[in-house]
Structure formats: C-alpha cells, structure tokens
C-alpha cells in the first residue's frame, strides 16, 4: 500500500510572505523618493503599480510552489522511499539500504537528508508536509526497528 505526501504550500507561504511585505515597502519608498526628486510626488498610478508589483510576484512564486508540490512529493511504499534528490531528480531508496538520516537547512527550510550505500540516490524530503504527523507515523508502521530513519525521525519528532 503506496502512501503520498505532498508539501505544505501554506508553510512556503509563510516563510516567503515576510520577504515580499519588505521589498514591497522598499519598493513603495523608493518610489516616493523618486516622484519627489523629479517633481511628481502625488502620482498614483506609479504608486499603485509599485504597490501591485511585490503582490503580484508573490503570487506567481506561490503558484510555483503549488506547482512543484504536485510534481515533488514523496511517496512510501512497503519496501522503499521515493523522493527528490537535491538536483529534483525522483529517486528511490529501500529501507533496509538507508545507512543515514539527518536533517539540514537549505534556504531556510528543514529537510530529512536520506543517505544509503549508493550516494548517488540520496533523497532530500521536506519537513515542511501537509501530513508531517501522518508520514512520521506511516514510517514508524513501515520502516523496520534500528533503521536511521525511524530512530531519527523519533529522536528529532
């Protein structure tokens, strides 16, 4: 029995939103100082655009990231794990092959690195999930006993 999981696009967006409220206000004061400079300071139209422009990016990085949470999602099967390697190549690695589980930071968003004796088939698995209780649950009922994944994910969890 196959188990997905998808990424929290709602955690992404949480993350991001603070980065765009900043550059939107750098954006808006800037533009101030430009209309003021050049004579022109109640334009509302610049203003209005210099206010929609952080918004509407925002936007199209979180349909980016909706996007990409359809394609990369990590699936559980009975005898391996399927994810994305750094690079976003899909990958498997079978439980019992797993020689190391760890968690690191990359951009400011945690990740479980799942390391075997074939290096070239490490997986990177977000711990940002819609199901995050759900998939350490569903490892614990599949992964045998002493594997580094189930010991680290009870451990950290």
Same mark, same amino acid.
């Given at each position: 029995?196959?188990?997905?999981?998808?990424?929290?696009?709602?955690?992404?967006?949480?993350?991001?939103?603070?980065?765009?409220?900043?550059?939107?206000?750098?954006?808006?004061?800037?533009?101030? &100082?430009g209309q003021l400079?050049?004579?022109?300071?109640?334009?509302?139209?610049?203003?209005?655009?210099?206010?929609?422009?952080?918004?509407?990016?925002?936007?199209?990085?979180?349909?980016?990231?909706?996007?990409?949470?359809?394609v990369y999602q990590?699936?559980? #099967?009975?005898?391996?794990?399927?994810?994305?390697?750094?690079?976003?190549?899909?990958?498997?690695?079978?439980?019992?092959? &797993? #020689?190391?589980?760890?968690?690191?930071?990359?951009?400011?968003?945690?990740?479980?690195?799942?390391?075997?004796?074939?290096?070239?088939? #490490? &997986?990177?698995?977000?711990?940002?999930?819609?199901?995050?209780?759900?998939? &350490?649950?569903?490892?614990?009922?599949?992964?045998?006993?002493?594997?580094?994944?189930? #010991?680290?994910?009870?451990?950290?969890?």
């Amino acid at each position: 029995m196959a188990r997905t999981y998808k990424y929290s696009v709602g955690a992404y967006s949480l993350c991001f939103r603070n980065h765009f409220v900043a550059s939107g206000a750098i954006i808006f004061v800037g533009a101030i &100082i430009g209309q003021l400079r050049v004579g022109r300071f109640p334009a509302y139209i610049d203003l209005g655009l210099a206010l929609l422009i952080p918004f509407a990016c925002y936007l199209v990085m979180m349909l980016s990231i909706y996007l990409l949470s359809l394609v990369y999602q990590v699936k559980l #099967t009975g005898e391996a794990i399927f994810g994305s390697n750094y690079y976003g190549r899909f990958l498997s690695v079978r439980y019992c092959d &797993i #020689t190391d589980a760890y968690i690191v930071v990359l951009y400011d968003i945690p990740y479980i690195v799942i390391e075997n004796a074939n290096n070239h088939s #490490t &997986i990177y698995v977000s711990l940002w999930l819609d199901d995050l209780e759900g998939f &350490i649950k569903s490892i614990n009922e599949i992964v045998p006993p002493g594997n580094p994944l189930e #010991t680290m994910l009870n451990e950290s969890h």
